[in-house]
Structures are given as C-alpha cells and as structure tokens.
C-alpha cells in the first residue's frame, strides 16, 4: 500500500493516527499542499479529487476519503478495534465520527477556509474553484462552540468519546480541536471535559504524528 499524506494538514493526520494507533508499517508519499502539488497532472492520475489523503492498495484500487480508508484498515487489521466490537459499538463510533466530522471538523475548516488570503479562489478542497463567503467565517466560528458544548457535555461522564474505549471518534475530535487552533478558537475555561481528555489523548503516542 502507499499512503499519501503531507503532513501539515489535518484530514491526513487523522489517518496517520489511526495508523499509529495500529502500528501498521505503510509506505508513506508526502504531498506538498503549500506547493498546490495536489493539482499537478501525476497526483491527479492517483487521486482526481486532488485531496489527501488517499491509499493506494495492493491491487492498484485508490481510496480518497478518510472514512473509507480507516474503515478499510479496520478491516485489514483489526486489532486494537478502533471503530467497535459489536454491531452496536460499531453504529455508534461511526454514528459519532460523522457528527465530529460534519459538525467540529467542517465547522473549523469553514471558519478557516472562508477568511485565509491563500484560499480565496479555494474555499472548498478539491478539484473546483469556489469563492470565499467571508460570513461563513462567523457561521464557522459559530458551529465551532457548538461543537465544543457538544464534545464537552459527550465527555462529562465517558473517558473517551463513545465510552470507555479510544476509538476513531477521539481521532477525528481530537484532530478537530487541534486544527481549531488555526482559527484560534481552542476549547476554553467552560470545557473542563475536553482539556481533560484532550491532556489524555496528547499522551498517546499516536497523537505525536
Ligand atoms: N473528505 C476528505 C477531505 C480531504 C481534504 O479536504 N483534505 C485537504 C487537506 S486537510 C486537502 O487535500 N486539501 C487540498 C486543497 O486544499 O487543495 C477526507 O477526509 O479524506
């Protein structure tokens, strides 16, 4: 497998941890995103969408979206279970990482997106032109600190976000909080819960990548 990531960027580190967490050995190809190489002509024949990160596997197939590539490595290497044990488990991890992802994580890249000098023809990832909406900066900012209420009242009596084992929801939250400092709007005083979870997730050694 190759795996392509640029390692400043937060969609990929949520791939990267779960990687880690795996301690899967994978090939790893760095996409200069700064340097716009998502749009050249030899990344678009790997991934059309022009986004990391993608896994290229074994035989030649490409993923091009978080959720399908972890949900793949799940599959390939089951242990330790990051999306749950049971049918049930499993519902409910992927129930929260899609709430995490449309309601934390696209929230900050709204805020984010929409104001950055660099993005201005660029608002949305991907293949297509789109112009900012500088009042999408405040949606954004605002969806952020619902998010946050969200996350902190989740965490009031769990360790982790879907109960008592780390799953890819306290990945894709965790990234989500991390890129939040890009918009500078970190979890405050309010969110007792999260700062002492975020301390927890800080300790793993996945979340060094
Ligand atoms: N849904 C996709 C989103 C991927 C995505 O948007 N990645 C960003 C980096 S965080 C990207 O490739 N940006 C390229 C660009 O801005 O042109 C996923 O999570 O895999």
Redesign the pocket.
């Known amino acids: 497998m190759k795996f392509y990531d640029?390692s400043t960027?937060?969609?990929?580190?949520?791939?990267r941890m779960f990687i880690a967490e795996k301690k899967i050995e994978i090939e790893v190809v760095e996409?200069d995103?700064g340097a716009?190489e998502?749009?050249s002509a030899e990344f678009q024949k790997i991934n059309p969408?022009?986004?990391?990160?993608?896994l290229v596997l074994d035989d030649g197939s490409v993923l091009?979206?978080?959720?399908?590539?972890v949900h793949y490595l799940e599959s390939r290497f089951p242990e330790p279970a990051l999306i749950g044990s049971s049918a049930e488990e499993r519902a409910l991890v992927m129930d929260l990482d899609w709430h995490i992802?449309n309601e934390g994580?696209m929230a900050v890249?709204e805020a984010f997106?929409n104001r950055a000098r660099s993005?201005a023809k660029?608002a949305l990832?991907?293949r297509h032109e789109y112009q900012q909406i500088p009042e999408l900066v405040e949606r954004g900012a605002q969806r952020t600190a619902h998010f946050y209420e969200w996350l902190n009242s989740r965490l009031e009596q769990r360790q982790f976000i879907a109960g008592d084992n780390f799953s890819v929801a306290d990945i894709t939250a965790f990234v989500a909080v991390e890129f939040s400092a890009w918009i500078k709007q970190q979890p405050g005083p309010d969110h007792a819960n999260i700062a002492r979870w975020h301390t927890e997730v800080s300790e793993r050694p996945s979340a060094g990548v």
């Open positions: 640029c960027a937060p969609s990929p580190r949520r791939v996409v995103l716009r998502q749009h969408y022009r986004t990391v990160p993608a091009t979206s978080s959720t399908a590539i992802e994580f890249g997106r993005f660029h990832t991907g």
